[in-house]
Nanobody, 124 residues
């Protein structure tokens, strides 16, 4: 079974950058799409970005387009989320999850293999 673990969260000032990592084990990422999600206190879980198993398809939420970049290194079995121009509205727990081959529809989010999350706080 695929297992994933997030790292790279922390405290950053508005306008700053962070790079999150999602390390996978158990299966090669050649067969898995990886999605990044976030959940802020009192808010619904939000899909942030997703990259297909081949890396050929990337999807971004409107709220992060132009600021976040998703990438994957299948040789390292790791997916990254580069986050630039961060704002306080980006503060949340960020999760990654693996899905067989394709990025999921919202109704299928829970079918993935989820990590424990990493806290991102954007504050001055």
């Amino acid at each position: 079974q695929l297992q994933v673990a997030e790292s790279g969260g922390g405290l950053v000032q508005p306008g700053g950058s962070l790079r999150l990592s999602c390390a996978a084990s158990g299966f090669t990422l050649d067969y898995y799409a990886i999605g990044w999600f976030r959940q802020a206190p009192g808010k619904e879980r939000e899909g942030v970005s997703c990259i297909s198993s081949s890396g050929g398809v990337t999807i971004y939420a409107d709220s992060v387009k132009g600021r976040f970049t998703i990438s994957k290194d299948n040789a390292k079995n790791t997916t990254y989320l580069q986050m630039n121009s961060l704002t306080p509205e980006d503060t949340a727990v960020y999760y990654c999850a693996g899905f067989l081959y394709f990025c999921p529809n919202k109704k299928d989010f829970d079918s993935g293999s989820w990590g424990q999350g990493t806290q991102v706080t954007v504050s001055s």
